[in-house]
């Protein structure tokens, strides 16, 4: 339905297991909320979103309050609907299969620090980018070797997420009023 250059990002997965949708009209740069959350925020691009659902899952067990945004969209990116879902949570976390440098997260990034100038609500929000790192070469392969190899696995992801959260000294439960 576009009338212009229009990019598609397209997984490399089978599409076994997933379940039949009808088709239906999606608006362009709009993302959507597939759970509410207060400690984190979970914000993923393409196939990994359901990645994220997962490392949401674990970390849920464990008492975290987890939001999750599935994009859809790299661009446009669908600022206000992460800014609003982000706002009282300590990190965001964004969730890509593509190379962080200058990818999706790093967008998320520009967005924030944007929005910190304009609210201070914004300037305690940590973020954290995940994707392909940008200094290393990855090999051709199979799939989920690839993602184990650069932890974009449900266990890599989980231990990066555990890892931001060991670095801020943060805990479930800990997420701050909007105002304060």
Do not use: C, M
Not at 8 to 21: K, M, Q
Not at 42 to 47: E, I, L, M, Q
Not at 110 to 127: S, T
Request: proline share 6%; net charge negative; charged share 25%.
């Amino acid at each position: 339905a576009q009338d212009h250059p229009f990019a598609l990002h397209y997984p490399r997965d089978a599409g076994f297991g997933v379940p039949e949708r009808d088709p239906e009209l999606l608006p362009v740069g709009r993302g959507e909320v597939l759970r509410e959350g207060t400690d984190l925020l979970f914000v993923g691009f393409g196939p990994i979103v359901h990645r994220a659902l997962a490392v949401a899952d674990a970390l849920g067990a464990e008492g975290w309050s987890i939001g999750v945004i599935n994009a859809r969209f790299a661009k446009p990116l669908d600022r206000q609907l992460i800014l609003e879902q982000a706002r009282g949570t300590r990190l965001v976390v964004t969730f890509e299969e593509s190379v962080v440098t200058g990818g999706f997260g790093s967008a998320v990034l520009e967005a924030f620090e944007e929005a910190r100038l304009a609210d201070a609500a914004y300037r305690e929000i940590a973020v954290r980018v995940l994707g392909i790192p940008a200094d290393r070469f990855v090999d051709h392969g199979a799939v989920t070797d690839l993602r184990r190899i650069t932890r974009l696995d449900v266990p890599g992801l989980t231990a990066q997420v555990r890892e931001a959260i060991d670095q801020l000294r943060i805990a479930p439960g800990t997420a701050r009023t909007p105002a304060s």
